[in-house]
Nanobody, 122 residues
Framework: QVQLVESGGGLVQAGGSLRLSCATS????????MGWFRQAPGKEREFVAA????????YYADSVKGRFTIFRDNAKNTMYLQMNSLKPEDTAIYYC???????????????WGQGIQVTVSS
């Protein structure tokens, strides 16, 4: 199982931007399709964005379309989530995850990392 470490979160005002990173230590990063998910206080974990193995295909939740961009650098074993025009409702803990068999658009993994906090103030 690939090990993932999220970074880049923080506190930002509404309308601002943040870039999250999801780094792996293994050599098989390109063997995994990747996804971002988030969980706000009192809510279930939800899908945010996903990207195929090569990065050629991307998927977004309706709530972030046009504001967030997912991309990956297989040479650096890292996936990113560029978040622009942030809203207070984007406040959540953000998680990345990986799947070797499908592009992950559902938060149905057995294992999750610590995630990274993103807080958007109004």
């Amino acid at each position: 199982q690939v090990q993932l470490v999220e970074s880049g979160g923080g506190l930002v005002q509404a309308g601002g931007s943040l870039r999250l990173s999801c780094a792996t230590s293994g050599r098989t990063f390109s063997s995994y399709a990747m996804g971002w998910f988030r969980q706000a206080p009192g809510k279930e974990r939800e899908f945010v964005a996903a990207i195929s193995w090569s990065g050629g295909t991307t998927y977004y939740a309706d709530s972030v379309k046009g504001r967030f961009t997912i991309f990956r650098d297989n040479a650096k074993n890292t996936m990113y989530l560029q978040m622009n025009s942030l809203k207070p409702e984007d406040t959540a803990i953000y998680y990345c995850n990986a799947d070797s068999k499908r592009v992950p658009t559902r938060p149905d993994f057995d294992s999750w990392g610590q995630g990274i906090q993103v807080t958007v103030s109004s």
